[in-house]
């Protein structure tokens, strides 16, 4: 059975800096991987996903996550944040083979800090 | 372009009621979902569907029924409320072989 662990639940950080939350997942079969991040009040929106290729994958708003197979980990980071990236992240894996159900971590609050 | 629609946006229930809970979805995915968010918890699959007439059984299946009559619509049902089911539902979909799940906006239940 695959699972997925987001290793802080709440991460504090001031405006500017940088920040990476974590994500490890473990499986047996090769896996889809995804970040979403969800706003107060509202859905799930993806972020980014890595599907296959180049282990490095990059959102539009400067976030990007490595995937990383030997430490079974896909961590989210960015180099400077805003007040507007104030949100709970997600972590999610997909087996492609399998229905493609997602299972999610236990979600990662980012609070930014003026 | 609506996306994934859930009616209705909150709802409160006496222990025992039953309701159903309607996706809508207009991209023509196969793939549905059904999840609930508790604090902490992350989102749990309740229940799935791979097609039009099927349905199966996620991580906590218990107290919920689903159908799938039309390949557009999800409904999920209580048929029995209890507290321990005041969550936020979220209903998903997506193509085949999972490279990408679209949710909807989220259905506030509340079981008093």
Known sequence: ?114 | NAGVTQTPKFRVLKTGQSMTLLCAQDMNHEYMYWYRQDPGMGLRLIHYSVGEGTTAKGEVPDGYNVSRLKKQNFLLGLESAAPSQTSVYFCASSYPQGTEAFFGQGTRLTVV
Request: one cysteine or more; hydrophobic letters at 35%.
């Open chain 1, 1 to 114: 059975a695959q699972s997925v662990t987001q290793l802080d639940s709440q991460v504090p950080v001031f405006e500017e800096a940088p920040v990476e939350l974590r994500c490890n997942y473990s499986s047996s079969v090769s896996v889809y991987l995804f970040w979403y991040v969800q706003y107060p009040n509202q859905g799930l929106q993806l972020l980014l996903k890595y599907l296959s290729g180049s282990t490095l994958v990059e959102s539009i708003n400067g976030f990007e996550a490595e995937f990383n197979k030997s430490q079974t980990s896909f961590h989210l980071r960015k180099p400077s944040v805003h007040i507007s990236d104030t949100a709970e992240y997600f972590c999610a894996v997909s087996d492609p083979s399998n229905t493609g159900k997602l299972i999610f971590g236990q979600g990662t609050t980012l609070q930014v800090k003026p």
